[in-house]
Nanobody, 119 residues
Framework: QAQLVESGGGLVQPGGSLRLSCAAS????????MGWYRQAPGKQRELGAS???????NYAESVKGRFTISRDNAKNTVYLQMNSLKPEDTAVYYC?????????????WGQGTQVTVSS
């Protein structure tokens, strides 16, 4: 059974930076795409950024120019570098991946990691 394990959340002051990591493990043949969603209190989960196995990226307008998504295909890991963080970036961040595992494609989610931007 494949799974996603996230790390890197925490508390940071406005203007600061954080880097999130998410590693996929298990019997994995392919992953496409990988990405990060976020959910703020009282709001719906929304896409933050995604990346294909070919390196094509997609960002929410609210994070463009501040967040950078990258992946290491050899390690089945996706990263989210978050700079110039704002209080409105406060949310639980969820890693997402569409995996080909055990001969089927399925969507997988991480457990979520809290990011809090506050002075």
């Amino acid at each position: 059974q494949a799974q996603l394990v996230e790390s890197g959340g925490g508390l940071v002051q406005p203007g600061g930076s954080l880097r999130l990591s998410c590693a996929a493990s298990g019997s994995i043949f392919s992953i496409n795409p990988m990405g990060w969603y976020r959910q703020a209190p009282g709001k719906q989960r929304e896409l933050g950024a995604s990346i294909t196995n070919g390196g094509n990226t997609n960002y929410a307008e609210s994070v463009k120019g501040r967040f950078t998504i990258s992946r290491d295909n050899a390690k089945n890991t996706v990263y989210l570098q978050m700079n110039s963080l704002k209080p409105e970036d406060t949310a639980v961040y969820y890693c997402y991946a569409r995996l080909y595992s055990d001969y089927v494609w399925n969507n997988y989610w991480g457990q979520g990691t809290q990011v809090t931007v506050s002075s």
